[in-house]
């Protein structure tokens, strides 16, 4: 029995990821037309029921992180089952796919199997007939999406509003976060839009290189730890 979706590859766009991040997350409805697959001729005329199932789906991150990312995203087969399924007729089943809601999805590829598996009568297994499930496997490939914010450590006033004190150099400490779905870096940099006499410098923790933060994680590679 075969489980046969009508389509084996799903691209996602940046813009779908993004849009969908504020709506619930990917979702996608897989229309599969399950039907017997033999090389019986003529010599078997009952039916055969079957059950459909997905497997554990399997992740590959582009770069690294994201073990759980799999875990993130939920699958479901509606009808899983069928009776009677004759050798000339197909049987619609749906897959229904729900991406993650909490955070963007990690990039990578997403590999869904989904499984058709025959269950013959009594009668069938005396005649001699073998059964064998066949696997179909829906990937989806997610892109890499690079972004980050800022954020002000133990801020006590609404706002992005630091305050400085004239005529002497103010330390204040910056978060940033990585907002995209990649790992990434980022090089800082501070618009010249300052009045006259005043100057700020932007340092990390890497003293070769104070601007560039190299190779930051995004929130989700070490799901399911949140932020």
């Given amino acids: 029995v075969d489980p ?17 991040n504020g709506s619930g997350g990917i979702d996608r409805i897989i229309s599969l037309s399950v039907e017997v697959r ?14 459909i199932t997905v497997p554990t789906p399997t992740f590959v991150a582009t ?27 197909s049987f619609q089943s749906w897959l229904a796919i729900d991406g993650p809601s909490d955070e963007l999805p ?6 869904i199997p989904v499984t058709a598996y025959p269950v013959l009568s ?46 002497n150099a103010t330390l204040h400490t910056l978060n940033f976060s990585n ?3 990649d790992l990434s870096s980022y090089r800082l940099e501070v618009q010249d839009t300052l ?3 005043w100057s700020v410098t932007l340092a990390t923790s890497n003293a070769a290189n104070p601007s560039i933060i190299a190779n930051l994680s995004p929130a989700m590679s070490d799901h399911p730890v949140l932020g």
């Fill in 63 to 89: 770069n690294t992180g994201g073990v759980n990312e799999a875990n993130r995203w939920l699958t479901s087969v509606t009808p899983s089952s069928v009776n009677d399924l004759q050798m000339d007729e």
């Fill in 122 to 167: 009594q009668s069938q297994v005396n005649s001699g007939v073998k059964n064998s499930s066949v696997t179909r496997t829906i990937n989806i490939s997610i892109p890499s999406i690079h972004n980050g914010s800022f954020s002000i450590a133990n801020q006590h006033t609404s706002g992005n509003i630091i305050s400085a004190d004239v005529g």
């Fill in 195 to 197: 009045p006259d006499l």
């Fill in 179 to 181: 907002t995209g779905n």
């Fill in 38 to 51: 033999h090389n019986l001729g003529s010599s078997i005329s009952s039916g055969v029921d079957a059950e």
């Fill in 106 to 111: 990690m990039a990578g590829e997403l590999s």
């Fill in 4 to 20: 046969n979706p009508e389509i084996e590859e799903i691209i996602l766009t940046e813009e779908e990821i993004l849009d969908a």
